[in-house]
């Protein structure tokens, strides 16, 4: 078998290194080639609290090493050029004052929405040329669509003497319009965990990020330790390369299942059926529910919120260690009660815990995109091989792998 395809992350100065040269091709010749600085965000990988964040919910994600670069330059008018180098050949233009849902389409959407929500929130931004360069691997569930807009974010906050990245709280808001960005401008109708992680996780930590609606910035995030170096643990993260069909509207999908049964209940949010609660929330809505469907999605989350503050509570007291059966049981709980996994995420998890992993899982939305694998340090390589031997012995194409010790926030 050919050797692991380890996804790095960049050293400190690459990715500033190729931006700056990438600005100085795209909109170098027209005055002096340089941007007015350089950003970056990262990726991140969520522990555990899966389709939780918008249930008002528990998340648990860590950042990443791997990080898109954004250098920009202010505009005196209100055009946004863009270049990416995850799109080459390829300028993407429009007017400020044109972008609004439906309007625009492509990635610049990502981009441009950033700016757009700024300015919907009151914020006075300008336009800009940026480019865009990544490490964070692409559409693999590690929230490269977070990285694009995070840096941007933090990059408009700095031209524009915003000064909302100087605090968690502007942190907070920050993420709130890239979280509107991608809904509303992009069109992906995903939660606020993947834009809180990229802003507000912190170098050693994991955020434990209570989606709850109406919390302040300090009730809504909880940096806990966690040092996987010190317990003699590291966390490897499988990029499945899966593609799969039939995926588009799935997500969607399991969120309006969830805003039907918080209705039928009369909650606003799953988040209020207490774990205690559950068997009895299961009952009211059988009545409504012939297939079970809607009571398999409201038992995976419910669950998952309270799986999700165990594992937390784990890692503060010390115990990392056993968090591995809280993987599992996310597992099943999303591949039986969500039915959002993958064959492809199946096998990692299968492989993984078969070569001593202490728990495995899928992570992020699913239906593909990556697992995760905690390890024993000593055991990587082994579950690494195992991981690859199962892909080569199922005919899969062969898996990316990365290591993610807990990461810093979008700078
Ligand atoms: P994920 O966030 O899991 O990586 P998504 O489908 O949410 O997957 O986001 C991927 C999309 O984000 C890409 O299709 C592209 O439109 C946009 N994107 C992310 N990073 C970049 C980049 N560096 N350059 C251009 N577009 C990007
Ligand atoms: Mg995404």
């Known amino acids: 078998m050919t050797s692991p395809d380890w996804l790095e992350s960049w050293p400190a100065d690459e990715g500033a290194r190729r931006v700056r040269a990438l600005f100085a ?45 954004v250098a920009l330059r202010r505009r005196d008018d ?13 300028t993407w233009t429009a007017r400020l004052s044109e972008v609004a849902p439906g309007a625009v389409s492509g990635w610049g959407a990502y981009v441009a929405g950033v700016a757009w929500a700024l300015r919907r929130a009151g914020h006075q931004v300008p336009g800009f040329d940026a480019v ?10 590690l929230s490269s669509s977070a990285a694009l807009e995070c840096a941007v974010a933090v990059a408009l906050d700095d031209v524009a003497g915003l000064g909302l990245a100087d605090d968690d709280a502007g942190r907070a808001e920050l993420a709130a319009a890239c979280v509107r960005a991608e809904n509303e401008i992009a069109g992906a109708p995903t939660g606020g965990m993947d834009q809180a992680a990229s802003l507000r996780c912190t170098e050693g930590h994991a955020l434990l990020l209570d989606c709850r609606p109406g919390l302040s910035p300090l009730e809504s995030a909880t940096r806990v330790p966690f040092d996987l170096e010190a317990a003699g643990l590291a966390l490897l993260v499988v990029d499945t390369r899966a593609e799969h069909a039939l995926v588009d509207g799935q997500y969607a999908a399991r969120r309006a299942a969830c805003e039907k049964a918080a209705a039928l209940l009369g909650l606003d949010s799953l988040r ?5 609660g559950l068997p009895e929330a299961l009952d009211a809505l059988a009545e409504h529910d012939p297939d079970g469907v809607l009571r398999r999605r409201v038992q995976h989350v419910v669950t998952e919120i309270a799986r999700t503050a165990e594992f937390a509570e784990l890692v503060r007291a010390g115990k990392v260690d056993e968090v591995g059966p809280l993987m599992l ?23 993984a815990t078969s070569a001593g992993a202490l728990g495995a ?9 990556s697992a995760i694998a905690l390890v024993r340090a ?7 091989a195992a991981v690859q031997q199962a892909f080569d012995d199922a005919g899969l ?9 807990p990461s810093a926030p979008a700078a």
């Open 78 to 90: 209100d055009v946004v050029r863009l270049a990416s180098a995850q799109a080459p050949g390829e």
């Open 329 to 351: 049981a996310s597992h099943t709980s999303l591949r039986v009660d969500y039915e959002v996994s993958a064959r492809e995420l199946d096998l990692v998890v299968e492989a």
């Open 361 to 369: 899982r899928m992570t992020g939305g699913g239906f593909g995109g």
């Open 397 to 405: 194409r062969a898996p990316g792998f990365l290591l993610a010790p």
């Open 132 to 141: 865009v360069d990544s490490c964070v691997p692409f559409g693999a569930g």
């Open 272 to 276: 209020d059926v207490p774990a205690e």
């Open 378 to 384: 000593g055991d990587v390589d082994a579950v690494v």
């Open 25 to 69: 091709d795209a909109f170098g010749a027209s005055d002096d080639g340089a941007p007015d600085g350089v950003w970056s965000a990262p990726g991140r990988v969520n522990l555990i609290g899966e389709h939780t964040d918008y249930n008002g919910g528990l998340a648990l994600p860590i950042a990443l090493p791997h990080r898109t670069y």
